[in-house]
């Protein structure tokens, strides 16, 4: 039984790391991709902001992060301007919808996601993307903190560690004060 309750006007669906660069991890992107189609379709049909979250480096940017960081030394690996860091073709965004570009793995640190989202009233983020210990991890920490409600789609987020995943969508998210549920539950509960 579905007894998630959102309420569209005030929920997003966030749609994170999905550019090619990333996506090529994925053995079957192409299904993977699907479901989250299905999300955002579900999602814009009922009125849920839909936002999508790429992670690009300029090469300053780059140069300017220091040695321990996992970003040093990715300034042409994730150049802005790189096919490879766009939002994923088969995914685009519509005319209106949020994309932020981040530096880091969350998607608030860097970007003014925050901001945008609490300028449309936002206070219930549904998250998906790739992959589920690096960016939706971070960003469910982040959110929590910034007191969003939180809902993750548990095959909506893939990691390349099936079992990060899924202690992650099994444990950690929940705990976190988080639901974590399915792609098809996520529709029934905006249809």
């Known amino acids: 039984m579905n007894d998630l309750a959102l309420n569209p006007a005030t929920t997003a669906l966030l749609l994170m790391d999905l550019q090619p660069g990333i996506l090529s ?5 192409d299904a993977f991709l699907e479901g989250l189609l299905r999300a955002r379709e579900a999602a814009r049909a009922a009125g849920v902001t839909v936002g999508y979250v790429r992670v690009a480096l300029t090469a300053e940017e780059a140069a300017a992060a220091p040695a321990t960081s996992r970003f040093a030394g990715a300034g042409a690996r994730l150049a802005p301007d790189s096919p490879q860091t766009q939002i994923d073709p088969r995914i685009a965004p519509a005319e209106g919808e949020i994309v932020v570009r981040k530096k880091r793995v969350g998607a608030f640190s860097t970007t003014d996601l925050a901001e945008q989202l609490d300028a449309r009233g936002i206070d219930t983020l549904v998250l998906a993307g790739v992959s589920t210990g690096g960016v939706v991890l971070s960003t469910v920490r982040d959110a929590a903190d910034r007191d969003y409600r939180l809902v ?6 893939w990691d390349s560690d099936p079992e990060v995943h899924q202690v992650l969508t099994a444990k950690v998210f929940a705990r976190g004060g988080g639901t974590v549920t399915s792609i098809d539950d996520f529709i029934a509960s905006i249809a």
Request: charged letters at 35%; a negative charge.
């Open 152 to 157: 993750v789609l548990e095959d909506g987020c």
């Open 25 to 29: 991890r994925v053995p079957d992107s």
